[in-house]
């Protein structure tokens, strides 16, 4: 089986490389996850712990790293040539682990960029309406978002003025000044396989991929300084954390030693664009962490022109209500597409909204004051984690939950989406940011004989009914609903065979 769990700003040939299995069948490794480690959760209960430290130690099996927030997750590591597969055999045999699982590699995959598409600069800001936003709210200054990607270039002129900074860290002094074992972890963390495969932990979250810093370009680069582009927030505080190493492989117990960072260092909304079809169980306790936190978690929906309600794609698939999955639309308000036939994953149960994800500019690597432009999932999810943020400055009482529901809520319709996705709509940041958003009523038709979506505004709450006439005068109820539940609101009607037939909707 393939695995294709990598960052989404497009895709490379590279990734058909991947394969699951325990072996292939020439005898290789497989190349789908870490070997010589294990990822295990110790049974809770009195003395399990400490009989499953004694058989570790039987096993010459070491301890690399534990996450006491997630339940007390271990990544493992074997003796030579050992059996991945077999050890977790062996340890969810012994009855001392409620689960074990291989330590899955995610690749960050991406194409340069074809110049016969550039045609414009941040057309994606006028496309979610951020000049009207602007009117209302431009800064955030106090909101933390965290990166989890390739890093970012911390010297960058439209950056450095908007990093996370450490108050407890002193930059330069080579001292692990706040005792959480990392030294100079001043603007994030790093944790992540080199090339050669030594695993490094460390302070210095420097981008020589590229990926985590055109994200954070386009989340939070500087505005209103003359300089580059702007991001959808001018000002904030973005938390590097880096787990693709140079050429953009990572790992899962890496990605989950971000997340554990990022809820212990105050981080209030997460950006990971990259998912995969493994399913993790100790990412799942990760995350259900991140929603305790009350921390939003914004991902993508991925870059094979799927459908992840069929072939479900991890973290967005866990269904939790603080995680928002985006697909991304291109200039014309279609489905981002490639040339070679891939693009945007859509999903009516899995995808919640579109943001703008073709020819993206934003800041870039190589000097301080260079820029580049990409396409894909993973910077229309930029552009809502963006959105999140000046939603969580302007509405700071909100829950993660609320703030989901608010973005979903206020998307314009957009018929390529309708059907494809819960809200078959676009990201609108003015909507969004709107103290009281006017209350709305949408029926949106898809393409097939059903189903029929309706959709509400974030501050309607009285119940409505849906209704339909053959002849306009006389209107047969068909369904009342109260809207007690986040949007949107499905109901699969039949289109008539050979006769009009017409639906309104109206309160109760």
């Not at 996370?164 to 001043?186: F, H, L, S, T, Y």
């Not at 969004?432 to 709450?461: C, M, Q, T």
């Not at 609101?489 to 109206?506: E, M, V």
Request: glycine content about 10%; overall charge neutral.
């Amino acid at each position: 089986m393939m695995l294709i769990m990598r960052s989404l700003s497009t895709l490379v040939v590279g990734f058909l490389f991947f394969f699951g299995g325990i072996m292939r069948s020439n005898g290789a490794a497989d190349e789908s996850y870490r070997a010589g480690q294990v990822l295990m959760k110790p049974r809770a209960g009195e003395g399990f712990g400490a009989r499953l430290g004694q058989l570790q130690l039987r096993n010459q099996h070491q301890v690399l790293r534990e996450f006491q927030r997630f339940g007390g997750w271990q990544v493992i590591e074997l003796r030579e040539g050992e059996s991945v597969r077999e050890k977790i055999r062996d340890y969810q045999d012994s009855g001392l682990v409620e689960f074990a699982e291989p330590n899955f590699k995610v690749h960050a995959a991406g194409l340069s960029n074809d110049p016969a598409v550039i045609n414009g600069s941040q057309w994606g800001l006028t496309n979610i309406g951020a000049a009207a936003a602007w009117d209302l709210l431009h800064d955030a200054p106090q909101v933390v978002v965290a990166v989890i990607d390739s890093g970012l270039r911390v010297t960058h002129v439209d950056l450095t003025n908007n990093l996370w900074r450490n108050p407890a860290e002193v930059a330069g002094d080579k001292i692990d000044n706040d005792r959480n074992g990392m030294v100079d972890d001043v603007h994030g963390f790093a944790s992540y396989y080199d090339l050669a495969g030594i695993h490094k932990i460390s302070g210095d979250v420097t981008d020589a991929y590229g990926h985590g810093t055109h994200i954070s370009g386009v989340i939070g680069a500087m505005g209103n300084n003359g300089i580059g582009g702007s991001g959808v927030a001018w000002r904030v505080q973005i938390m590097a954390l880096k787990f693709f190493n140079d050429v953009g492989d990572g790992s899962f117990d890496d990605a989950v030693a971000c997340i554990d960072y990022a809820i212990g260092h105050g981080a209030q909304i997460i950006n990971a664009s990259w998912n995969g079809t493994q399913k993790s169980l100790m990412l799942e306790d990760a995350l259900k962490a991140v929603r305790s936190a009350g921390i939003l978690f914004v991902t993508a929906a991925g870059n094979e022109n799927g459908n992840n309600d069929l072939v479900p794609l991890y973290p967005g698939s866990f269904g939790l209500d603080n995680i928002i999955v985006v697909t991304a639309n291109s200039r014309t308000d279609g489905i981002w597409k490639t040339s070679t036939g891939l693009g945007a994953n859509t999903g009516l149960k899995s995808v919640d909204l579109a943001a703008p994800g073709d020819d993206i500019f934003s800041t870039g690597i190589f000097t301080d004051e260079s820029y580049a432009r990409k396409s894909g999932t993973s910077f229309a999810t930029a552009f809502v984690s963006g959105a999140a943020v000046l939603l969580r400055a302007r509405f700071p009482q909100l829950t993660a939950a609320e703030l989901r529901n608010r973005l979903l809520a206020t998307t314009d319709p957009v018929a390529a989406f309708a059907g494809k996705t819960r809200t078959g709509g676009r990201l609108n940041l003015s909507n969004a940011l709107k103290s009281d958003p006017v209350a709305e009523l949408r029926l949106v038709v898809s393409s097939g004989p059903n189903p029929f979506l309706i959709y509400k505004s974030y501050s309607l709450s009285m119940p409505i009914v849906l209704e339909s006439s053959t002849n306009l005068k006389v209107w047969l109820p068909i369904q009342t609903n109260s809207f007690t539940s986040a949007p949107p609101w499905q109901q699969t009607l039949t289109r008539p065979a050979n006769s009009a037939l017409f639906y309104r909707l109206r309160y109760n």
